[in-house]
T-cell receptor, first 116, second 111 residues
């Protein structure tokens, strides 16, 4: 299995809702990442997990809460989001943190989030 | 300010033409990667370059890493409509664990 699977593919939520984004990989990768991508912009790093521990938080607001229950799963819990948080949220994994080696990063297809 | 600047930002060419995309920085990178992203999908890795001056070929795509490891280029020969997409360079700076993306080049190849 050489995929990163993200669910749901699309999500519409109100500003008072609580929702979660899920990401799963079975490649034995020990680093996992959350990126945010606005329209016509490159992906921006949000969080880095290495060996199931949070190693980098790029000053992301606390309304975004990451969780890594085990080496294959990565969640992003959302609460009290704003309309400007609407974006494509991408999960990625790599053999280890940093360059990820020659294999680079494997990205999921993303969750298209709309906050109304 | 973008750490990795790509040029051009947008390129529209006819099928069969050649093109080059540039990725430049004032910082040194331990490696650079090139990704292609299609609408509604995540980026897909094309290549990783790690050695200054390295050149890698992938069918019609040629990737080069600058001698000083601050810049890279992607050359496509005889472009095809299937090459259409967003091309992103990405790099990790020495002593960092963050993969940072360039500003992106949107390529349209017209039949």
């Amino acid at each position: 299995d050489t995929e990163v699977t993200q669910t749901p593919k699309h999500l519409v939520m109100g500003m008072t809702n609580k929702k979660s984004l899920k990401c799963e990989q079975h490649m034995g990768h020990r680093a996992m990442y959350w990126y945010k991508q606005k329209a016509k912009k490159p992906p921006e790093l949000m969080f880095v997990y290495s060996y199931e521990k949070l190693s980098i938080n790029e000053s992301v607001p606390s309304r975004f809460s990451p969780e890594c229950p085990n080496s294959s799963l990565l969640n992003l819990h959302l609460h009290a989001l704003q309309p400007e948080d609407s974006a494509l949220y991408l999960c990625a994994s790599s053999q280890d943190r940093g360059t990820g080696g020659a294999g680079g990063y494997t990205f999921g297809s993303g969750t298209r989030l709309t906050v109304v | 300010t973008q750490l990795l600047e790509q040029s051009p930002q947008f390129l529209s060419i006819q099928e069969g033409e050649n093109l080059t995309v540039y990725c430049n920085s004032s910082s040194v990178f331990s490696s650079l990667q090139w990704y292609r992203q299609e609408p509604g999908e995540g980026p897909v890795l094309l290549v990783t370059v790690v050695t200054g001056g390295e050149v890698k070929k992938l069918k019609r795509l040629t990737f080069q890493f600058g001698d000083a490891r601050k810049d890279s280029s992607l050359h496509i020969t005889a472009a095809q409509p299937g090459d259409t997409g967003l091309y992103l360079c990405a790099g990790v700076r020495d002593s960092s664990y963050k993969l940072i993306f360039g500003s992106g080049t949107r390529l349209l190849v017209r039949p």
